[in-house]
């Protein structure tokens, strides 16, 4: 490296750090009320009901009697977790460790961008993408499970066993990162991975199910859960109240969901888009070759595809491929830049959603309808664009030699696993 290429590498670096630092003071300063977000109080979560589980879950057991506890055994420790700061109230050192988390995310990032081959575009991606979302991603816990997700992906490109262990982690915590999984190479690496998934997964859920009664509770809230009115499916009902549609919206499972004549078959619809998912997933995975950047690649579609088929889309899942997303772009090798900013745009417009324009969601007026038409639509065609990209850098291409009709492959150059 020249002089002058190690002074613009510090240089870029320096302001990366200042952007970084910059734009989570104002954050914090969100979440501490010192500057007030226009629309519902982002923070309520954090202090009445994290609060409330944390009183439960020190007396002895999971929330067995709240519906909205719907998530695994291991969302204690992020609940349980401002005991690490016993000098704070319980919201203030939440939101303390969100930002730790945050960091922790903003230098791993960081520090693989610096690699051979590997570039710094990811760590912006964060620095920029993250404050989109406003206070509400300081104001929940899924940034602490994409610091798992970030941190189980780039360990992963030298050693399997780390990145197994870590999305079993990751899964007990909010489920989604099992698809971490999913772009492991096939042989030896997803045999160490998987296998190391699966004994952390067997020994944590088996300690939860020890020390607390009721670990496994969140299973049937989460089967009962309705449709979110920030879902796919819920396009639908936002428009057919223009025309009369009877329904309504009712605050069930800690989220405003609709109910009424259809969402039952709606909801089921978006199951059943949720299974071919995991069908051309499938598919792909035994057709597929695969290089360094494949891992990632994978992770961040499936978790798109599995977001947009959701019957969920709160604001925070946004943080999940945006996490995941720069990932993908600390690879050179890799093909998600347009998915990425697509996923970058729809973060900027869920601010505009929640909980700057809520209330207009929540009426289904002019306002709500367009800022969810928007929103989704951009993660669609996120998904979308990302399984193109995915099946056509991974996937050989077969076409026949006209005069012996042999069929080549016409990939033959495509790395067959990470080296």
Known sequence: MTVGTGTRVRGS????????????????????????????DVTSDVSVIYRGWYEVLRAGSF?????????????????????????????????????LCDALVFGLLLHAGGRPGMREAGTWLWVVGVPLLGPTVYARYDLMVTAV??????????????????????????????????????GGETRRAWSSAAV????????AAVALPGAFAFLTFQRDRGLEIESLGALVFHVARQFGWEGRVELRYG?????????????????????????????????AR????????????????????????????????????????????????RPAGLVLVATAVTLLEFPLGFAHVVASDAEGVALMTVRNGLLVAAALDAGRRLW??????VRREPATGISRDARADTPASAP
């Open 13 to 40: 670096r320096g302001l990366c750090l200042a952007v970084w630092g910059l734009s989570r003071a104002v954050l914090l300063l969100c979440v501490f009320k010192v500057f007030t977000v226009p629309g519902p």
């Open 63 to 99: 929330p067995l009697d709240d519906v909205t506890w719907q998530y695994p055994p291991a969302a204690a420790l992020a609940v349980l977790s401002p005991d690490l700061l016993p000098f704070l109230e319980y919201a203030s050192a939440f939101f303390v460790l969100v930002l």
């Open 149 to 186: 997700a970030v941190a189980a992906l780039l360990a992963g490109v030298r050693h399997p066993r780390v990145l197994g262990a870590l999305a079993a982690f990751g899964t007990l915590l909010k489920v989604w990162p099992v698809l971490l999984l999913v772009g492991t190479a096939r």
């Open 200 to 207: 952390t997964a067997a020994v944590l859920a088996l300690a």
């Open 255 to 287: 989220s405003m969901e609709f109910a009424g004549p259809h969402v039952a078959l709606v909801s089921t619809l978006a199951l059943a888009l949720s299974v071919l998912a995991f069908g051309w997933l499938l598919v792909w995975r035994l057709r």
């Open 290 to 337: 695969f290089a360094v950047h494949t891992p990632a690649d994978a992770a961040f579609t499936a978790v798109l595809l599995f977001t947009v088929t959701s019957r969920v889309i709160s604001p925070q899942y946004l943080v999940w491929p945006l996490g995941l997303a720069a990932v993908c772009l600390v690879f050179r090798g890799g093909r998600m830049g």
């Open 392 to 397: 056509r850098d991974t996937v050989p291409r």
